[in-house]
């Protein structure tokens, strides 16, 4: 769900639908409503889509040629990282059980709260100051 063209719309299957661009409150809706969320860029530099995934209580597939995106998946097991049709489709048959998709969101919502809440960030930053000195008297 986004702007930007794709070469092969046409040899999509007819349950994958290639939605465009849409509204915040649409985004929200089909994310909550997805088997998973499936987002295989290869340069990402956080990837918010991501934790609002993981808000709206949808696992998440990423790429392993990604470091960040595969960095946020073995940390919070939040989802499956890929590199190949096969681990693509064992994926696929993990999450269609109905307590696994659970667990795996659970486990993304809990490292997005554990790491990027404000008092998470807040504290590393606070840490930070502290290891350069900011704080002198």
């Not at 486990?107 to 840490?127: I, K, P």
Request: hydrophobic residues 40%.
């Amino acid at each position: 769900a986004g702007a930007g063209e794709i070469d092969f719309r046409d040899g999509l299957p007819a349950n994958v639908v290639d939605c465009g661009f849409v509204s915040e409150e649409e985004k929200a809706a089909l994310i909550e409503g997805a088997l998973c969320l499936i987002q295989l860029s290869e340069n990402e530099s956080l990837s918010i889509v991501l934790f609002e995934s993981w808000l709206r209580g949808t696992p998440v597939i990423v790429s392993k040629n990604c470091d960040v995106t595969e960095h946020h998946i073995a940390k919070s097991n939040g989802g499956f990282a890929i590199v190949s049709m096969e681990e693509f489709r064992d994926a696929i048959r993990q999450l269609s059980n109905k307590s696994t998709r659970a667990t795996l969101a659970k486990n993304g919502l809990s490292y997005l709260h554990s790491t990027y809440s404000w008092d998470a960030v807040a504290s590393r930053f606070t840490e930070f100051l502290k290891k350069i000195d900011i704080f002198r008297a």
